[in-house]
């Protein structure tokens, strides 16, 4: 683990993206208190930013990441836009040194991945990615659970995501360039890298895996008369081998009919938990359940477990779960805010956030021996850090 430089003071964020990043992210950052503000936002041209920074009440429009990156003003970078583009947009910034808030996927290979890990260690900065799902409430009670013995000795760990945005393409949606290849996207590499960070985060180091990863749905229909060739995986189903023995599954697709939804689920030799949500997991939609193992009962019995106020307090102000459930922003705003208070904490204390950039590269790692697998059809360890 490296240590980060610690620093006194207001936190001032610089937002790169007036899309994602100026919905869910900026109104996040802005829960946080008096001692984090946004001060600047950059978009590709002057005029754009101008507009973003009039409409969000935002002081300083940069229409250069460089100029931005390199302002001795700005403490932290949260950057958005595409994997491609990002993988620049942070190396200016951690140069710049620069803390650097990072969406997912976190860079567009694990080579890249590497690089900026070693740069963020180098600079001595803080680096954390947007794994909404370790900020959701339910999952922390979750983790709090299995680390109290809840499930006794973990046997098998099943997370699946499954939803449907190409099947058919929703009206407007602004991501159909996830299915155009040299982007850094695919299910594998975006729903993926989420599940990872979750599974990760509650049950430990995944060793080994096997995966098969494929385009099911070969031609979108993006409107009437008008189609495109997907170039970009849209299912990745994989079996997964955890450090502390447990046996597990991971499946995913983004051109599932119906949309059920995201949850995990994990049995041990004492019980039975398992975490529910529709569309991205957000505090509107979650539930979680539990059950213990019982004698002669041969139906679920699994009940809802209540998650505590003190999960939905941050720096001693309770978060109503009804605010930014917003399904258009994916319901994230909450858990946004949980993984802002842990970063911002450590930026003035060092150490590591949760979501850190070393995190994001062991699941780089993942997702590459996922891909390997694939071609070579074998059980595959992610590579060696």
Avoid at 40 to 63: M, N, Y
Avoid at 168 to 178: E, L
Wanted: proline share 5%.
């Amino acid at each position: 683990m490296s240590e980060t430089k610690a620093r006194a003071g207001k936190l001032r964020v610089g937002i790169i993206s007036a899309n994602w990043g100026a919905k869910t992210h900026l109104p996040a950052w802005r829960m946080l208190g008096d001692d984090v503000e946004v001060t600047a936002i950059c978009t590709s041209r002057q005029e754009t930013a101008e507009a973003a920074a009039r409409e969000h009440g935002i002081a300083r429009p940069f229409w250069s990441y460089e100029a931005m990156c390199a302002d001795p003003d700005i403490d932290v970078i949260d950057a958005g836009t595409s994997p491609v583009l990002r993988e620049k947009l942070v190396t200016a910034a951690l140069k710049g040194g620069k803390h650097v808030f990072n969406q997912l996927p976190f860079a567009p290979s694990r080579e890249a991945a590497e690089r900026l890990v070693k740069l963020q260690r180098d600079k001595g900065v803080t680096g954390a990615v947007a794994a909404s799902v370790v900020g959701l409430p339910h999952l922390s009670l979750m983790k709090e659970m299995i680390d109290e013995g809840y499930l006794g000795e973990v046997f098998q760990v099943h997370c699946h995501w499954q939803m449907s945005y190409f099947l058919p393409v929703i009206p407007f949606f602004p991501y159909v360039w996830f299915g155009k290849a040299g982007h850094g996207v695919s299910v594998t590499r975006n729903h993926g890298s989420h599940m990872l960070h979750a599974l990760w985060h509650v049950f430990g180091r995944i060793e080994s895996v096997v995966g098969r990863i494929e385009t099911q749905l070969k031609t979108w229909e993006l409107s009437p008369g008008e189609t495109m060739t997907v170039e970009t995986d849209d299912t990745c189903h994989a079996l997964l081998r955890f450090a502390n023995g447990a046996m597990g599954t991971l499946a995913t697709s983004w051109t599932a009919a119906d949309s059920p939804g995201f949850w995990i689920e994990a049995f041990g030799s004492k019980g039975r938990l398992r975490l529910e949500a529709l569309r991205y997991p957000s505090v509107a939609t979650a539930r979680l359940y539990a059950a213990k193992a019982a004698l002669g009962t041969m139906a679920p019995q699994g009940q809802e477990v209540p998650v505590p106020e003190r999960l939905f307090t941050v720096r001693g102000k309770v978060l109503d779960p009804s605010v930014g459930a917003d399904p258009s922003t994916g319901g994230q705003l909450l858990s946004m805010v949980r993984l802002f208070d842990t970063f911002a904490t450590t930026v003035r204390s060092g150490g590591e956030p949760l979501a850190s950039f070393a995190r994001a590269l062991e699941v780089e790692r993942v997702i590459g021996a996922l891909y390997e697998s694939n071609v070579r059809k074998a059980w595959v360890e992610p590579a060696a850090g």
